[in-house]
């Protein structure tokens, strides 16, 4: 098993920044897929980013390229989302989630293929 817990959500005014993290412990491996997902209310969970722990390489969905950023630090088994140029529209509730195996852009960027999440994190944009 793998535990997960999120810290760093909070209300922010449009243009800010907000930093989160997922801090992993158990059965965490190098070579696992970290990922950001987010969920606002009344839509399905969405792909935000991911990083591939062993070798850093990185995966952003379209909308936040350019603006958020995805870090790993393996000594403290966490994961970032650093998060700038927020816009209300990035309001939800941020969740980490870890999966093994594949990198394929149709399995890392679908919640369904993630099976530890942690319990979510909210960020409130303000206009």
């Known amino acids: 098993q793998v535990q997960l817990v999120e810290s760093g959500g909070g209300l922010v005014q449009a243009g800010g920044s907000l930093r989160l993290s997922c801090a992993a412990s158990g059965r965490t491996f190098s070579s696992a897929i970290m990922g950001w997902f987010h969920q606002a209310p009344g839509k399905e969970r969405e792909f935000v980013a991911a990083v591939e722990r062993s070798g850093g390489r990185t995966y952003y969905a379209d909308s936040v390229k350019g603006r ?24 939800a509730v941020y969740y980490c989630a870890s999966r093994e195996g594949s990198t394929a ?10 099976p530890f999440w942690g319990q979510g994190t909210q960020v409130t944009v303000s206009s």
């Open 68 to 91: 958020f950023t995805i870090s790993a630090d393996n000594a403290k088994n966490t994961v970032y989302l650093q998060m700038n140029s927020l816009k209300p529209e990035d309001t």
């Open 105 to 114: 852009w149709g399995i890392i960027s679908r919640a369904r293929w993630y």
